[in-house]
């Protein structure tokens, strides 16, 4: 039987990686941090010099780009790219409208569809992204649509840069996710859009705290963990 997968989908900055880690924990399942792979082939093609627009050069280094996800030993997450830890260089902007422009190509994303639901294995799997529910693991269990207003994530995304340590304004950063919202929402394939069966939660005015809970109970009800 195909272990149980929960989709967690939505906007940059809705803050579903941090809901996706945390409901994962509770239920000692796998992670699937799916934007990590978009960021990842853009990175990959910024440093073999390939052309921003060779969408045959993106999709090849999607499959074949050798990448892995582990944690470093204070429980932080680590992704190496041939063997080299790019966590801090795949979370900048740059990477992620990067990542947004390679996304758009069906022949990256049809690269990437294999990867993805190799990772869905026991005893299951929390995946987070744009198309999750809708492309990736239309048979979720459980499919969340996570939202949350403009200027909370834009808020939200500046607080998790500047933690980081990232000189970054507020403005150009809001500007930057009102565009890649555009792009994601509105491509051909695989659009940012709910699942029909997918439940949507509006995490504006709410803690994380508040919205793990929800999603833990709506899982609860299903009786995917006690
Ligand atoms: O979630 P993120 O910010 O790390 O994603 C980076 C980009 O990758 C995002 O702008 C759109 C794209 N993406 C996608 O198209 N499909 C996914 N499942 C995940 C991310």
Known sequence: MAPPVVTIDGPSGSGKGTIARAVARHAGWHLLDSGALYRLTALAGARAGLDPQDVQGHARLAGAMNVTFGSQSDGTERITLDGEDVTSELRSETTGSGASRVAAWPEVREALLARQRAFAQPPGL?????????????????????????????????????????????????????????????????????????????????????????????????????
């Open 126 to 226: 929390v995946a987070d992204g744009r198309d999750m529910g809708t492309v990736v693991f239309p048979d979720a269990a459980l499919k969340i649509f996570l939202t949350a207003s403009a200027e909370e994530r834009a808020l939200r995304r500046y607080k998790q840069l500047k933690d980081k340590g990232s000189d970054v304004s507020l403005p150009a950063l809001s500007r930057e996710i009102a565009e890649r919202d555009s792009r994601d929402s509105t491509r051909a394939v695989a659009p940012l859009k709910p699942a029909p069966d997918a439940e949507v939660i509006d995490s504006t005015g709410l803690s994380i705290g508040q919205v793990v809970d929800r999603v833990l109970a709506i899982g609860r009800s299903r009786s995917l963990w006690p």
